[in-house]
């Protein structure tokens, strides 16, 4: 088996040494780090579709996601000089938090993981985030979507609240707004104003590239 | 026969009169009497208050006395932050970079369990005869990640024996904090535990079922109830969580609760759920709520092994309507029925004639209620009109309207009345659901006087 093929078993199977140190083979031997870095991606989004399945649960995709972290910091200063060889090409600006008084932040950061996968610049502003405060770091960062997470059957009302400080602003027409957690459903993201709802990391990404019409 | 003994028979397997009904109003509680979150879960007074208010205007089975989880993990050393309209949460994870095996225990002493056990205390006093009272505390999985973060999911591959550890000393804190429930003479004795559905049945057999049974085999023993409560999609955990033996389980909308509770009634254990917290409860009105009520009972089809209740701890700012409306949906099912088939027929109306109501000859106090004879809300408001009467006597008009006549329907419609029960001084609301305190209501009729 070959070290790309073992480095996609190793972030599959949630093996973050195992994953550096294939990774780390596949720079010696010269494997192409975005070829790299695309296979381990893909590895994710596999383990996320059967997790969407409920074939596999959240410790088994929060090692899996270790594993990529841990591939992914051994190909960054390869994938550093790509980058500034393609300095033209402009990755869409997100930012993504977990709502006030939540402070929940494992699914955020897999979405956070997955939309970075997928070509995104992502802003992870954390857990805990005032609704004004998620508005002024889209502001800032100059973000064309705003990610917003809430785990808590009390808390997903800030995530009606960021759009409706967004719509008082004159803001809302700035940005996507997609939302995403435990307690919160499709239905409540039609019934807040919402651009889009996804019920994992794997969705996220799915809905980020159709309301943006990537 | 009592409320609480109808949840009892839902407990006990048998089929009842009607179905059983739990709130599940943690801060709501608070928000009911104007306290805020933090306000109502650091004072006794307040909470007993609110609690007492739920029981009244809701009229439940069964009455959570705090819907907390981190409780147990402030007495641990967690860090809480505090917040004005929802519980508070844990910030900091005293094992996060230390895997030991704490060996501090829950006294009645510690943190905020005197406010428990007063509210346990005087609640039970109040209406323990009528009500049956749900003590919850943290179910061990949740309280063990509150502990160590979200490396208790990692250790789960990688230090499977702490997790074994770690979980059996959660279990051993919520032995504890059911004894304490059991010594108050609390009726439900309920392990809370939302994290659970983010694992795997291999995973749940392996950690998780042998310290639950243990604990529900304990609650058994001493003669109390239990309840199983979960959040999230735990689909694929209610057979697993049968079989650690609850008398009764609670999940929320992520699982269909059709299917979840044949799956219960193979294993005679009843299910609690699953009314949605945010479309309908949260943003809602009383018609979706009487509405959700209504299917909900009608799809389920059943007076055994099932309860009606909201899918989790109800967001504060629940508007009291919704839950009152719900509330009649279950303790007034077929009425409720002619409710909503009142609401949604819109060729009903007939011409009524509203007062003049800015050249009225006296001031005019008039109560649109839903049905009085069902609904508890609506008889407290009725009866404030009825105390105005008695103290201004002559000096103002009182009337009702009930929505369950045309002309009466026709009315409620034509003043625009949004909720039931609502106040209306002269032509303008001036309560909606809550009801007013005696004083309040007096000056505000003085005004107008």
New interface residues.
């Given amino acids: 088996m070959s070290a790309i093929d073992e480095l996609r078993k190793a972030v599959i199977a ?1 093996e973050d040494d195992a994953a550096q140190e294939w990774a780390q083979k596949c720079v010696a031997e010269g494997v192409n780090p975005m070829e790299a870095v695309n296979v381990m991606g893909d590895a994710l989004r596999e383990l996320g579709i059967q997790f969407q399945n ?1 074939e ?5 995709v ?2 899996a996601t ?1 594993a990529f972290k841990a591939g992914l910091k051994v190909f960054e200063p390869e994938l550093a000089k790509a980058v500034q060889g393609d300095a033209k090409k402009e990755k869409v600006k997100v930012v993504i938090a977990t709502v ?4 929940h ?2 699914g955020k950061d897999m979405v956070a993981t997955m939309w970075t996968v997928a070509g995104f610049d992502v802003k992870n502003l954390g857990a ?1 985030v005032d609704s004004e405060a998620i508005i002024k770091a889209a502001e800032d960062f100059g973000a064309k979507i705003i990610g917003l997470s809430a ?7 800030h995530q009606k609240e960021v759009i409706d400080f967004l719509e008082a602003k004159g803001l809302r027409d700035k940005y996507k707004v997609l939302i995403g957690g ?4 499709p ?2 993201a039609e ?2 104003g919402a651009d889009g709802w996804s019920k994992d990391a794997v969705e996220a990404v799915e809905v980020a590239n159709r309301v943006l019409g990537l | 026969m009592t409320r609480k003994e109808l949840l009892f028979k839902c407990l006990r397997h048998e089929e009842t009169e009607r179905n059983a009904w739990v709130t599940m109003a943690g801060v709501h509680a608070g928000f009911i009497k104007g306290y805020t979150a933090d306000e109502v879960y650091q004072d006794a007074d307040k909470l007993v208050e609110s609690l007492l208010e739920v029981d009244r205007l809701y009229r439940p089975d069964g009455l959570i006395l705090l819907f907390d989880l981190q409780l147990e993990a402030e007495i641990l050393g967690c860090t809480i932050k505090w917040e004005h309209n929802s519980p508070p949460c844990v910030r900091s994870h005293p094992l996060e970079e230390n895997m030991v095996i704490p060996t501090k225990k829950i006294t009645r002493e510690d943190g905020r369990m005197p406010l428990v056990i007063e509210t346990a205390r005087r609640i039970k006093a109040a209406v323990g005869d009528e009500v049956a009272l749900y003590g919850l505390f943290c179910g061990p999985y949740t309280l063990a990640s509150h502990l160590r973060g979200t490396n208790f999911f990692r250790d789960m591959r990688k230090h499977p024996e702490y997790v074994h550890e770690l979980m059996a000393y959660c279990a051993e804190l919520g032995t504890q904090m059911a004894d304490i429930y059991i010594e108050e003479g609390v009726d439900v004795i309920v392990p809370v535990d939302p994290v659970v559905s983010q694992v795997s049945p291999k995973h749940f057999n392996e950690f998780i079922a042998a310290p639950y049974k243990i604990l529900f085999d304990h609650i058994r023993a001493a003669n109390r109830f239990s309840s199983f409560f979960v959040c999230g999609n735990a689909t694929h955990l209610i057979e697993p969580m049968c079989l650690t033996g609850p008398d009764s389980v609670a999940i929320d909308e992520n699982v269909d609760i059709k299917v979840a509770h044949e799956i219960c009634d193979r294993h005679n254990v009843a299910i609690g759920g699953n009314i949605p917290l945010t479309t309908a409860l949260l943003l809602g009105n009383q018609l979706d709520n009487m509405k959700a009520g209504i299917d909900l009972i009608d799809r389920m089809n059943t007076k055994r092994n099932f309860i009606v209740q909201p899918g989790c701890d109800m967001p504060y700012a629940t508007p009291v309507e919704n839950v009152i409306a719900l509330s009649q949906a279950v303790l007034n099912t077929d009425k409720t029925r002619e409710l909503v088939a009142n609401y949604e027929m819109t060729d009903l109306d007939v011409d009524v004639d509203l007062p003049d109501y800015e050249h009225l000859e006296k001031p005019l106090l008039e109560a649109f209620l839903l049905d009085p004879d069902a609904c508890a809300a609506c008889t407290y408001m009725w009866a404030s009109a009825c105390d105005m009467k008695k103290h201004f006597g002559d000096r103002i008009d009182v009337v009702e309207y009930r929505y369950n006549n045309i002309p009466d329907i026709s009315r409620t419609r034509k003043m625009a009345v949004a909720q039931l029960p609502s106040l209306y001084l002269n032509g303008k609301m001036i309560y909606s659901s809550i009801i007013p305190n005696p004083e309040d209501l007096i000056k505000q009729i003085e005004e107008v006087l």
Avoid at chain 1, 151 to 157: D, R
Avoid at chain 1, 182 to 185: D, K, M
């Fill in positions: 949630g409920m596999v649960f959240l410790p088994e929060l090692l270790d006030k008084g939540d402070v932040a494992v805990d785990l808590m059957s009390t808390t997903i009302p435990g307690s919160t459903t239905q409540w019934q807040i």
